[in-house]
T-cell receptor, first 114, second 116 residues
Framework: AQKITQTQPGMFVQEKEAVTLDCTYDTSDPSYGLFWYKQPSSGEMIFLIYQGSYDQQNATEGRYSLNFQKARKSANLVISASQLGDSAMYFCAITSPAGQNFVFGPGTRLSVLP | GAVVSQHPSWVICKSGTSVKIECRSLDFQATTMFWYRQFPKQSLMLMATSNEGSKATYEQGVEKDKFLINHASLTLSTLTVTSAHPEDSSFYIC????????????FGPGTRLTVT
């Protein structure tokens, strides 16, 4: 079974500063993918970034980067230069070819302060 | 990019009635679609996996006779909440995995169901 842990229920960050959202995972699958999604109050799931288990380099997408430490089974999301529009719930998720579906963590609510 | 639509986006129904929610992949084919439920301030929980042309696979604790899933084509899956009760009020989100994809999934915008 796969599991995602996000230990930060809520985080605050000052506008224009960087913030790290923690994510640790547990899986027995040799191959898997890790995702981060943003969910604003509207409810839609917005894809942010993806990291494959065999990727050698950490994924980056604009202001988002993923700090992937495979040995520690962690996949932290780093948001640089926070903006007010970044305030939302953030979910870390894992999937695998075998499991197919996403397993989500409990989420972290990020609030960006002006 | 790949787009998944859901209809309706929100619905209010009376207790005891049935509600159908549609999930469509607009520009790709999906042999597998997933239905998730999200209660307020909680995470998404998988309800069932819908495979085109076969019966859905339900997660433990999800009543298959209450949540009817039909995946009639490679672009459409429907979730019918039968005899809805107030405790079924939730946010229902579908996702679709493109054919030949290992990890990619695309989410619909969700359907907010309120049962009065």
């Amino acid at each position: 079974a796969q599991k995602i842990t996000q230990t930060q229920p809520g985080m605050f960050v000052q506008e224009k500063e960087a913030v790290t959202l923690d994510c640790t995972y547990d899986t027995s699958d040799p191959s898997y993918g890790l995702f981060w999604y943003k969910q604003p109050s509207s409810g839609e799931m917005i894809f942010l970034i993806y990291q494959g288990s065999y990727d050698q380099q950490n994924a980056t997408e604009g202001r988002y980067s993923l700090n992937f430490q495979k040995a520690r089974k962690s996949a932290n999301l780093v948001i640089s230069a926070s903006q007010l529009g970044d305030s939302a719930m953030y979910f870390c998720a894992i999937t695998s070819p075998a499991g197919q579906n996403f397993v989500f963590g409990p989420g972290t609510r990020l609030s960006v302060l002006p | 990019g790949a787009v998944v639509s859901q209809h309706p986006s929100w619905v209010i129904c009376k207790s005891g009635t049935s509600v159908k929610i549609e999930c469509r992949s607009l520009d790709f084919q999906a042999t597998t679609m997933f239905w998730y439920r999200q209660f307020p301030k909680q995470s998404l929980m998988l309800m069932a996996t819908s495979n085109e042309g076969s019966k859905a696979t339900y997660e433990q604790g999800v009543e298959k006779d209450k949540f009817l899933i039909n995946h009639a084509s490679l672009t459409l899956s429907t979730l019918t909440v039968t005899s809805a009760h107030p405790e079924d009020s939730s946010f229902y989100i579908c996702s679709a995995r493109p054919v030949d994809s290992s990890y990619e999934q695309y989410f619909g915008p969700g359907t907010r169901l309120t049962v009065t």
